[in-house]
């Protein structure tokens, strides 16, 4: 592994774990709904199901997944459930009575929530094919791979625990729950929207 080729795995993930989607639609409704410790916990879940992925693509499931439709096809549907799933949860989430702040989500939920959001993008796999299929080659040794992978964990959990801790700041978190319905309600309606997208790209076959 050379510093240039690890620099451009670096770059890459940096600019993968940073695009707009799902991922970081959940991480802000977790930390904005039920505060610092839920979104730390989104954002470790989240990276241990990316970092799966990314050894299971240097070990060579990414290609397998790739090479088998129905496979990919049931990880895309599952993705896209999941996602509707929780897109409808956040649109049909009502205000507490007598102004109360709404019950934060467990832990629990959050660490499942931040998983399979991961566990169930298929596309994450690909993504990791894409990129190790051009600095992995056959005198790659197994520690150069471990590293590739453990580059892409760290990069990913790193940028949504910052997402955590940015947007459970105490001066404006409270101000923040006091609307977490109506986030609730538009983090639901983007997640909805996402889960439509990927619903079309199945159907026409992208």
């Known amino acids: 592994m050379t510093l240039a080729t690890w620099l451009t795995v670096v770059t890459i ?54 090479a088998s439709p129905t496979a990919f096809g049931i990880l895309q549907w599952g993705g896209a459930l ?24 467990t832990t629990k939920s959050a660490a499942r929530d931040g998983f399979l959001i991961a ?20 005198d790659t040794s197994l520690l150069a791979k471990f590293g590739y992978a ?18 459970s700041n105490p001066k404006w978190l409270v101000a923040l729950k006091r609307r977490a319905v109506w986030f609730e309600r538009i983090f639901g309606a983007v997640l909805l929207g996402l889960a439509g997208r990927l619903l079309l790209g199945i159907l026409n076959g992208n």
């Open 82 to 105: 999941y996602l509707a799933w929780l897109g409808v949860k956040g649109l049909t989430a009502r205000s507490p009575a007598d102004d109360e702040l709404p019950d934060a989500p």
């Open 150 to 167: 453990a580059t892409a964990l760290v990069i990913d959990t790193s940028w949504y625990l910052i997402v955590a801790w940015l947007f």
């Open 13 to 66: 993930c940096i600019l993968g774990a940073m695009s707009p989607g799902p991922s970081l639609a959940l991480v802000l409704k977790q930390t904005l709904s039920g505060g610092r410790r839920n979104g730390v916990t989104t954002a470790l879940s989240h990276g241990l199901g990316v970092g799966i992925y990314a050894f299971l693509s240097i070990l060579g499931l990414a290609a397998i997944i790739t």
């Open 119 to 138: 566990f169930f993008n298929p596309k994450i796999a690909v993504f990791f094919l894409a990129l190790f299929s051009q600095v992995v080659g056959t």
